[in-house]
């Protein structure tokens, strides 16, 4: 169950999960689209930034509706996810236990971003401009 800090409002986590793959499903056909047409480097590098926005917006958020519109975007960043799900939530789980939900949030935004970093150390921007 996720837990609402201000309402102590109680979401089942199955509604949440049928919300992200109701957004999933229709976006991953045309991520495939523009994976193709702007390259694979490009799409994961674009995952990356949106994946630590995203994660830096919910330890930000305050109102119901940056929690809608986070979901929202979130599905979409769920369209390129296919690895390391569980380390992560494992991780995500003790960090929220043992500091808070934003701390959880910060490890995310920074993780994405810092991969984001790694991408471009590794492959460079003019590798980027030649597709994949």
Known sequence: MITSQSHRRRIPLEIVKSL????YSPVSFPAGILSDHFGRKRVILSGFLLFGFIYW????SSEKWHI???FLFYGIYNMSVGLA???ASITGGYLWDEYGFQATF?????????SALLFLIVFGLSKLKGGD
């Open 68 to 70: 809608r519109g986070l």
């Open 20 to 23: 992200t793959n109701g957004v």
């Open 57 to 60: 917006g919910f330890a930000l």
């Open 106 to 114: 910060y490890c995310g935004s920074f993780t994405a971003f810092a």
């Open 85 to 87: 799900m569980l380390p």
